[in-house]
């Protein structure tokens, strides 16, 4: 059995934040990470555009990023959240620097070099080339090293957070009280499940986008955090809301993930067009190609299917070639490996799910419904996103949230101790797998479901046909858990199933559309706005 003082289950950008502004408050504590895999695989590493922030106050200001913020989000941000992420996120962001993470700067007057993305009335994207996540994730991975109160754990695999329910209590989605005492791990190397005791958790596992057949997260991303709290009966909020990025550039010969092209190659000058060249954006939105997701993911989606095509196209080629290189090094050179070149060739381009808007529930500490259970990143719902996410928040929101939760526990921790009498997990009575394939197929045919009937545009045949696949796939799969030992696939699997059931349970609860919420059968936005919660 692990006793740790805080137990992080996640090494992106939101679990490591966390971790570093523990540690650095509080030498006395000890933090220890959890990562699946190894510490700099994350959903942080694969994001490209980089990390919006007001950082030129003589022409940008808080209330810019913040209307941007509010008229991409539909009607569904929390404005408290909203303030707090756009206020706080330029100290935040000026952190990361001191820690040591570059951002390229504009050679004239050494200032940064700004980007712009759509649904921004400014310039406020800072980047590193088309790689900012991944220096974002090597600056707080060196940091984290300097810290000798953290320890990363890799290979670890989260199966459920411990609650009153692992001492025998039955609890439910109301039951007042509900406490986190740690989790339960899968040791890959030893595949062993092992305890860890924790007076404080945070769950920062990231995204669910492997839940659908073309995504550009990275295959670790099945949900695990969120599913996890649901299953502890945590609140989980506004799943409907999947983000689907416009612009995955589309390779007949399949990638998983499938390569991500920068929304910042559209700010940078870059126009959608049909395969015969014609523009169409203008169809669908004043702001053409710079318009919010949303709008350009159904735009390109409507477009595909009117005209009987597998992708549109990214026309680069009136770019200037050294300037583009400069700025978009891996898509230019990922292009080439495909034998596109942007600068006589147009990119094909097709949406590709890429972002989960809703989550965990949490307030403006990161705290859940569930005592001494804190959440931060991509797996929550803290109010900023809304129905639509502005492009580049996501990586300002889980700095600033993780200085939050942070600063939460440093000041509540010494009134709590560990809990006594956890159980060992309980493996009794299960068998080794004897037929891989049933979790293999079961999982192409989750994705397949999910892309069919509950995608960028869906309605109510659709969503009760995925619902209906789904519970049978979920009574199949939990067949499995309960009568075999468990793997990384197994857990993955049913984690993924729990997403697609929140997914389609929430999308049949909109009536309406709103944001990335499409349903044909409800095209209207309703007057009275609500977030949907399960």
Wanted: charged share 25%; proline share 3%; hydrophobic share 35%.
């Amino acid at each position: 059995m692990n006793q740790t003082d805080v137990l992080i289950i996640g090494s992106g950008i939101g679990g490591l934040s966390t971790a570093i502004q523990i540690a650095e408050k509080r030498p006395d504590l000890k933090i220890t990470v959890l990562t699946k895999t190894v510490e700099n695989e994350s959903n942080t590493r694969y994001a490209q555009g980089g990390v919006a922030a007001v950082w030129n106050e003589g022409i940008d200001s808080f209330e810019k990023h913040i209307d941007d913020t509010l008229d991409a989000g539909d009607g569904l941000c929390n404005l408290d959240a909203v303030r707090t992420v756009v206020t706080e996120g330029p100290q935040r962001v000026r952190e990361i620097i001191e820690w040591g993470a570059r951002f390229d700067k504009d050679h004239a007057d050494a200032g940064y070099d700004l980007g712009r993305e759509g649904g921004h009335s400014e310039n406020r994207i800072l980047h590193y080339k088309d790689l900012t996540g991944w220096e974002i994730q090597r600056a707080l991975s060196a940091k984290t090293d300097e810290l000798p109160n953290i320890e990363v754990l890799e290979h670890y695999f989260a199966i459920d957070i411990i609650t009153q329910h692992h001492l025998g209590y039955v609890i439910t989605r109301l039951t007042p009280g509900i406490e986190c005492y740690g989790a339960y791990a899968l040791n890959k190397h030893s595949n062993e499940i092992e305890t860890f005791l924790a007076r404080m958790t945070v769950v920062t596992t990231g995204g669910a986008g492997q839940v659908y057949r073309n995504t550009t997260n990275p295959v670790i991303a099945s949900g695990d955090g969120i599913a996890m709290v649901y299953r502890a009966k945590g609140w989980v909020e506004n799943m409907e809301f999947v983000q689907f990025h416009p612009t995955a550039l589309y390779n007949p010969a399949g990638d998983n993930p499938v390569f991500l092209v920068s929304e910042a190659v559209r700010g940078f000058g870059g126009i959608l067009k049909s395969r015969d060249g014609e523009e169409f954006m203008h169809k669908y939105d004043a702001r053409k190609s710079l318009a919010p997701r949303d709008i350009v993911a159904r735009a390109i989606d409507n477009e595909i299917k009117l005209r009987g095509e597998e992708c549109m196209f990214l026309d680069c080629r009136h770019l200037d070639k050294d300037a583009f290189i400069a700025h978009f090094p891996t898509i230019y050179d990922k292009c080439l490996s495909i034998g596109v070149d942007p600068m006589h060739d147009m990119i094909p381009v097709v949406p590709a799910c890429h972002y989960m808007c809703g989550g965990i529930r949490t307030d403006e500490m990161g705290r859940t419904n569930i005592r001494r259970l804190y959440a931060v990143g991509e797996c929550t719902c803290s109010g900023l996103h809304g129905a639509n996410r502005l492009a580049s928040n996501s990586l300002l929101e889980a700095l600033v949230f993780g200085f939050r939760t942070g600063a939460d526990i440093n000041a509540k921790i010494d009134a709590v101790t560990w809990k006594t009498g956890i159980p060992d997990w309980n493996a009794s009575g299960t068998t080794d797998p004897k037929e891989m394939v049933l979790i293999t197929q079961s999982t192409k045919e989750l994705k397949e479901i999910m892309s069919s009937y509950v995608g960028i545009v869906r309605s109510n045949v659709r969503l009760k046909r995925a619902m209906d696949r789904l519970h049978l796939l979920f009574s199949e799969t939990e067949e499995i858990y309960h009568t075999t030992t468990l793997s990384p696939q197994l857990c993955e699997l049913r984690n993924l199933i729990t997403i697609a059931y929140l997914i389609t349970r929430s999308a049949s609860m909109r009536r309406e559309s709103r944001g990335l919420h499409y349903n044909t059968d409800f095209p209207e936005k309703q007057d009275f706005i609500q977030a949907s919660l399960l």
